[in-house]
C-alpha cells in the first residue's frame, strides 16, 4: 500500500495558516517519502502554505486536496537551495533582470523555482484542485521573480489539475527534460512580469492537454536552445539537444500580447543541427489566440534558423497567425505550407527535415563515412515541400539497393502518387524522376522500399528539361532558386 504523509500532521506539523513558513515541514514529509521508497505527500485542503521553494524527489507525489494552497513567501531571508548533503540559504534576486548586457536576462532564470526537481529526478508528480500563489507586492523592485514549477534534465513526471496565478515570471520550465505529461493547468492573472505559460526547452516525449491558460506573453512554446547565456546553477543548454515527440492538444491559449502557441528556434550556433532540430510535433483540438515563431535571436551572429520537422495542425481554432510563422522552413508541415525547396540533400546535418518512417524495418541516417540515408524493409525517408503546379521538376538522387526500391512524389494531403521511379541496381546510380504536381500544396519526396536495404544521398530538385522555355523558376515568394541554361541543379549565385 501506498504512504501516505500529511504534512499537517507529527512529526511535520505544518502550520497552513499563511504567516508561518512551512518550507522545512513540507520538504521533511517530501524527503522521509523519498527515503522509504516514495509515497504521497498530502497538503491538507482549507489552508494556505507558505513556502520560498520545495524540492520535489523522486518517487514522490505532491498532493493537492481542494482548497489548499502554496504561497510563495517574500522574506528573502527564507530561501534555500539544495546541495549534495542538503540544503543552504542563498539570497535571490529582486526585479526584473540580472543582467544590463544580457538580453532577456530575467531573475526567474537565477532563482530556483518554487517547486523545483533538480537533475536526474524522474517518476514525481503534482496533482490536486489546489492553487500555487506567487507573491503579492506592488512594488515591482521588491518582487522576486521565481518560476512556480521548473525542472532540469527529470524525466517520467506528471504535472495535473493545479491552479498557477498571481506570477511574475514564466509559469513552467521544464529544461531538457523527457516523459512529461501536463494536464488540466489553470494559468491566469500574471503581474510584474512577461507571464509566459509553458517553456518546452529542449524536451521530449511531452504532452501538454486540457489546460486553459491566460497568460502575460507566450502561453505555450517548444524551445531550440544552444548555450543560452543565462543559464544558472540550476540549468544549461550547453549540451544540445532535440526537442521531439511533443503532443499539444484540447487547450484554451489565450496570450495577452504575443504568441498563444509557436517555437522559438535559437539552436543554430550548435555545430551539429540534428542535436537542436525541432520535429514530430502534434497539434490538434485546441483553441489557439496566436500562431506564430520567434526567429529573432540575440545571442548570436549566425544567419538562419534550426531545422524544424513534421508539424501537424488538425482541427485547430486559430485566431490569428503571425507572419512569421509562414517565414519559417518547416518539412513536411500539415495544416500549412511547407517549405518551399528541398534541404540537406547531402545529409551533412543529419536527418534535419528528412521523415523517418519505419513500418517494418529501419529507416534513417549515417554520416560515419560517406553521409547518406537508408531505409529497409517496409520504409520510407523523405521531404515535405510545398510544390506549384505545372511546373516541370526533377527529383535527382544517387541510390542503390540490395533488392528493389523507389523514388516518390506524393500529395501529402490525399496520398496520391503523383510520380514514382523503381530501380534495383546494386551500385550507386544517378537517378532523375521528371514530374509535374497537378495543384499547389505540400508533397512529399523521397524513397521507399518493400523488403530489403536501400541507400540515398546526393538528393537535388531542380527543373526538367521540358521546362527550357522557362527562363526561371520561381520559389520564395518570387525568388529564382534554380538556373538550368547549362546545370540543372545549379543554384543562382554558385
Not at 482548497?67 to 522574506?75: I, M, N, W, Y
Not at 502557441?261 to 537542436?276: A, H, R, S, T, Y
Not at 500539415?334 to 527535415?353: K, Q, S, W
Amino acid at each position: 500500500m501506498e504512504k501516505q504523509l500529511i504534512v499537517t500532521a507529527a512529526p511535520f506539523s505544518a502550520a497552513g495558516d499563511g504567516q508561518t513558513n512551512d518550507s522545512a515541514a513540507i520538504q521533511a514529509a517530501i524527503d522521509t517519502a523519498h527515503r522509504q521508497g516514495g509515497g504521497t505527500v498530502i497538503l491538507p485542503g482549507g489552508k494556505t502554505y507558505l513556502t520560498a521553494g520545495l524540492v520535489l524527489r523522486s518517487f514522490v507525489t505532491l498532493q493537492f486536496e481542494p482548497g489548499a494552497e502554496l504561497l510563495q513567501d517574500p522574506d528573502p531571508t527564507h530561501y534555500t537551495k539544495p546541495t549534495e548533503t542538503g540544503y543552504e540559504p542563498y539570497v535571490p534576486n529582486f526585479g526584473h533582470n540580472f543582467s544590463e548586457t544580457i538580453k532577456w536576462s530575467h531573475n526567474w532564470y537565477r532563482t530556483y523555482p518554487l517547486l523545483f526537481a533538480p537533475e536526474g529526478a524522474h517518476d514525481f508528480a503534482v496533482r490536486g484542485e489546489g492553487t500555487i500563489r506567487m507573491m503579492e507586492i506592488t512594488d515591482e523592485t521588491k518582487i522576486i521573480k521565481q518560476c512556480p514549477i521548473g525542472f532540469y534534465r527529470c524525466h517520467h513526471f506528471e504535472i495535473c489539475d493545479v491552479h498557477i496565478t498571481n506570477y511574475h515570471s514564466y509559469a513552467v520550465m521544464p529544461f531538457t527534460c523527457h516523459d512529461g505529461l501536463f494536464k488540466n493547468l489553470k494559468i491566469d492573472h500574471w503581474s510584474h512580469g512577461n507571464g509566459d505559460g509553458i517553456c518546452l526547452m529542449n524536451c521530449q516525449n511531452i504532452r501538454i492537454t486540457g489546460c486553459k491558460m491566460y497568460t502575460g506573453d507566450d502561453s505555450v512554446y517548444i524551445f531550440s536552445s544552444y548555450r543560452d547565456p543565462r543559464k544558472s546553477e540550476w540549468w544549461s543548454s550547453d549540451e544540445p539537444q532535440p526537442s521531439e515527440n511533443i503532443e499539444v492538444d484540447h487547450n484554451d491559449l489565450i496570450s495577452h500580447h504575443c504568441k498563444a502557441f509557436g517555437m522559438i528556434l535559437w539552436g543554430i550556433d550548435c555545430d551539429d543541427l540534428e542535436k537542436v532540430e525541432v520535429r514530430n510535433v502534434y497539434v490538434h483540438d485546441n483553441h489557439i489566440e496566436t500562431l506564430g515563431n520567434w526567429l529573432y535571436n540575440p545571442y548570436t551572429t549566425r544567419g538562419g534558423n534550426p531545422p524544424v520537422t513534421n508539424v501537424r495542425f488538425e482541427n485547430n481554432v486559430i485566431d490569428g497567425i503571425e507572419s512569421n510563422f509562414f517565414e519559417t522552413k518547416i518539412s513536411n508541415v500539415v495544416g500549412y505550407p511547407c517549405m518551399t525547396e528541398l534541404l540537406n540533400g547531402d545529409f551533412a546535418d543529419g536527418r534535419c527535415f528528412w521523415v523517418t518512417e519505419g513500418f517494418e524495418g529501419e529507416v534513417g541516417v549515417d554520416r560515419s563515412e560517406e553521409a547518406h540515408g537508408f531505409v529497409a524493409d517496409g520504409s520510407e525517408l523523405y521531404q515535405g515541400i510545398f510544390l506549384r503546379k505545372d511546373t516541370p521538376c526533377l527529383f535527382k538522387a544517387e541510390v542503390l539497393t540490395s533488392t528493389r526500391a523507389c523514388l516518390f512524389v506524393r500529395d501529402q494531403v490525399s496520398g496520391e502518387e503523383i510520380a514514382r521511379l523503381e530501380f534495383d541496381n546494386d551500385s550507386y546510380e544517378v537517378k532523375l524522376l521528371p514530374f509535374t504536381v497537378p495543384r499547389d500544396g505540400n508533397y512529399q519526396l523521397g524513397i521507399g522500399i518493400g523488403s530489403g536495404l536501400a541507400y540515398i544521398k546526393a538528393v537535388r530538385l531542380g527543373a526538367h528539361p521540358a521546362a527550357q522555355g522557362y527562363q526561371n523558376i520561381y520559389y520564395d515568394n518570387g525568388k529564382m532558386l534554380f538556373q538550368y541554361n547549362d546545370n540543372l541543379f545549379k543554384r543562382e549565385g554558385e
